[in-house]
């Protein structure tokens, strides 16, 4: 009995040796199979290398695809009391405002209202929010 227990010990041992020995091949595959889906890479960072890292590569989006991308939810539907675009009442005292009062809202958010900062588009720039703003403004002139 105990030569059957030193057996099947003895062939775990060399089994799992067996699984320890891969080649660089595998062990490269193993690592792709295992590494994060995507990296983070902080402006100024020259570790990263590529467009991000150099900073400014990317070309701006419009201010009518901001819109698209990030405030169409909410202003085009009214959704927690965002003025919709195009509707000249809702927009007028707004507009009296002046573009830098609109702008600063569009960027920071306006505290105890649904309008939080640059809408919830983290990933958009200041001159990107405003743009989207003032495609907002000028159609609803």
């Not at 570790?47 to 890292?53: F, K, L, Q």
């Amino acid at each position: 009995m105990s030569r059957i227990v030193v057996s099947i010990v003895a062939l775990c041992a060399a089994m799992a040796a067996s699984a320890i020995d891969l080649s660089d091949a595998q062990r490269a595959a193993i690592a792709e199979r295992i590494k994060p889906m995507g990296e983070v890479c902080l402006q100024g960072d020259t570790t990263c290398g590529g467009a991000v890292a150099a900073g400014g590569a990317a070309m701006a989006r419009s201010g009518e695809e901001v819109y698209n991308a990030a405030c169409m939810a909410c202003h085009m539907t009214g959704a927690a009391g965002a003025p919709v675009v195009g509707d000249v009442v809702a927009w007028a005292e707004r507009i009296t405002k002046g573009d830098d009062v609109l702008h600063d809202h569009g960027i920071n958010g306006i505290p105890g209202t649904g309008m939080i900062a640059k809408g919830g588009c983290m990933s958009c720039s200041d001159e990107e929010v405003v743009a989207a703003v003032d495609y907002m403004v000028d159609s609803s002139r």
